[in-house]
């Protein structure tokens, strides 16, 4: 017995013999790499049997962990805790899981196979007989969810845990509303969801993990945070950030005026993507607009760039406007739209902004919102959170990735305990805990919900072992536009978007420096890991200054 703790001392493992090879019945007591000694046993069954020290009393009451989303970072959530042997109910909006991904199926991730996966759904996956793809491939979105999250959540310890078409409109503690406080731990919390039939049903849980991300909550296009007076009644003229402007969406487009509005690398990429539907489809024609008077930023350095393949999609985009396939209206900040009387004649929507020569009118058939995402909170109001006011971040986590100061590499590893609200057994996870922050990466949401599974299951030494082996030069940034989307542009690099994950894979040796599919350096980056003890402001070089305070403004570009 532990004189401290009063728990019981580890047991010894058959394989103490070997020295660290195991404790407790498995290999890396404790750590990221942990697996049972016994095959036929769970980790968490084997460190129980063994009275290991690290593990307490993880399901009082017998009700489950809910899942909120059935993403990467929501099946990954899942996997942790069927390893630890936990009861679970995964509840995804969409119809089937990666849902959200499937709506950008046609976007190339910019990050390589042996970034896009979690630990436990591997270790779930191979014994299927499940292989990872090609590591330095990068798939697209459609290839993540039919050869990653399909098969993940097919595997007997998900299958019939996950509901699709079930969406949550709120959490809550059930019997107390946000305001209660005498008794409110002892209650569980409570997660109301809608099935595909509408039916509403209530759903007692111990935990409540939400990573239910950001897609579909787009931000508006007028400015200062609000919609433009006339935004909604256009709304049919208005499309999301990643429309698939050359495949799915081609009639939409072909033939027509679209106005683009955003100045990040989704917008770069939905822009050449629509140069180079012009070039075959008469009468499509492209207009630009952004709230700033430069784009120095999205054109980055050209050649000089610090990560290639984003000064090759900035080098082609300043192309592209010189040469008049783009017209890109600088200083335009939109301030409202009207429908025309006509509706089927060209330019339905006219978009008015303010300019430093007074109003103007951009008439456009289609316009393209590719302005960021924000979270759904709506759903949060009877749960306390504790949100930073600026990012809409729990506050603990804010810190660490504003985007005033921060890029996705500079993010430090972070685990349950900067994730943790006021709430007891809450949690925002994935893309959802980054609030209005654009610097989230997917290998990150794996390391979140494992260590918020390990405090979950009464495992805190694991928990706070928060680690990230992540390239040296992790951006932000997936690569939309690429080789075999635009077919001319066989010998350019492809571009960026707004989705985050980790560094991508070089260009094979045979190919030009600026052939490949990256956001990053062309020279393979070596493994960095970062634990929680960290230095602050430690992370990863993304080719620029950190953040919108290393923005500058230059009027010739």
């Known amino acids: 017995m532990n004189d401290e703790t009063g728990r019981p001392e580890p047991a010894a493992s058959p394989n103490a013999s070997t020295g660290a090879s195991s404790c407790c019945g498995v290999s890396a007591c404790c750590a990221e790499a942990e697996q049972s000694v016994n095959p036929d046993v769970t980790v968490q069954q084997a460190k129980t049997d063994a009275g290991c020290g690290c593990v307490e009393d993880g399901n009082p009451g017998g009700l489950p962990v809910v899942v909120i989303g059935a993403g990467p970072v929501g099946l990954a959530a899942a996997a942790h805790i069927a390893e630890r042997d936990q009861d679970f109910l995964v509840v995804e909006a969409g119809g089937e899981v990666g849902a959200a991904i499937s709506e950008w199926g046609h976007v190339r991730l910019f990050s390589p196979w042996r970034y896009d996966t979690d630990a436990a759904a591997r270790r779930l996956l191979e014994p299927t007989g499940w292989r990872l793809p090609d590591p330095e491939a990068l798939p697209t979105g459609a290839e993540l969810v039919r050869d990653y999250l399909a098969p993940l959540a097919a595997v007997p310890a998900l299958a019939d845990r996950i509901r699709t078409g079930t969406r949550v409109v709120a959490v809550t503690r059930q019997g107390a509303d946000v305001t209660r406080t005498v008794g409110r731990e002892e209650r569980p919390l409570l997660v109301r969801a809608v099935g595909p039939d509408g039916a509403v049903e209530d759903i007692a849980a111990r935990a409540v993990i939400d990573a239910s991300g950001t897609w579909g909550r787009g931000n508006p296009l007028g400015h200062s945070g609000l919609p433009a007076p006339g935004e909604d009644q256009a709304a049919d003229h208005i499309t999301g950030p990643l429309p698939d402007v050359l495949g799915r969406d081609r009639v939409r487009f072909a033939g027509r005026h679209t106005l683009v509005v955003g100045m990040g690398h989704s917008a770069a990429n939905t822009l050449l993507a629509l140069a ?3 070039k075959n489809e008469q009468g499509t024609r492209v207009t630009w607009a952004v709230r700033g008077a430069s784009v120095a930023r999205l054109y980055g350095g050209g050649d000089a760039d610090g990560l290639p393949a984003r000064g090759a999609l900035g080098t082609r985009l300043k192309a592209a406007v010189d040469n008049g396939e783009i017209d890109l209206v600088r200083s335009f900040t939109i301030t409202g739209l009207a429908m025309r009387d006509d509706r089927a004649s060209a330019g339905a929507v006219q978009v008015t902004g303010q300019t430093p020569d007074g109003a103007r009118v951009l008439p ?26 600026a990012t809409e971040a729990p506050v603990k986590l804010a810190p660490m990735i504003d985007p005033n100061f921060h890029s996705c590499g500079t993010v430090p590893p ?3 305990r900067d994730l943790a609200h006021p709430e007891p057994g809450f949690y925002l996870a994935g893309m959802k805990s980054y609030g209005r922050a654009p610097t989230f990466l997917m290998a990150t949401g794996y390391e979140q ?8 299951a009464g495992d805190r030494e694991a928990a706070d072992s928060v680690q990230l082996d992540l390239p040296e030069t992790g951006v932000c940034s997936t690569n939309l536009v690429t080789e075999d989307l635009l077919p001319a542009a066989a010998d350019q690099d492809g571009g960026c978007g707004t989705s985050c994950s980790t560094d991508a894979t070089p260009a094979p040796a045979a190919q030009s420096e600026s052939v490949g599919g990256s956001c990053c350096g062309p020279t393979a980056p070596e ?29 010739d570009a």
């Open 414 to 416: 972070h685990g349950e």
């Open 449 to 456: 919900v494992r260590s918020i599974v390990a405090a979950l």
């Open 364 to 389: 456009a058939d289609i316009v393209v919102a590719a302005t960021g995402f924000r979270p759904d909170l709506d759903m949060l109001r009877e749960v306390r959170v504790e949100l930073d006011p």
């Open 276 to 278: 180079e539907l012009a």
């Open 527 to 555: 493994p960095v890991s970062i634990g929680i003890g960290a230095p602050a402001g430690l992370g990863f070089a993304t080719g620029r200054v950190h953040g919108y305070s290393g923005e500058s403004e230059h009027g």
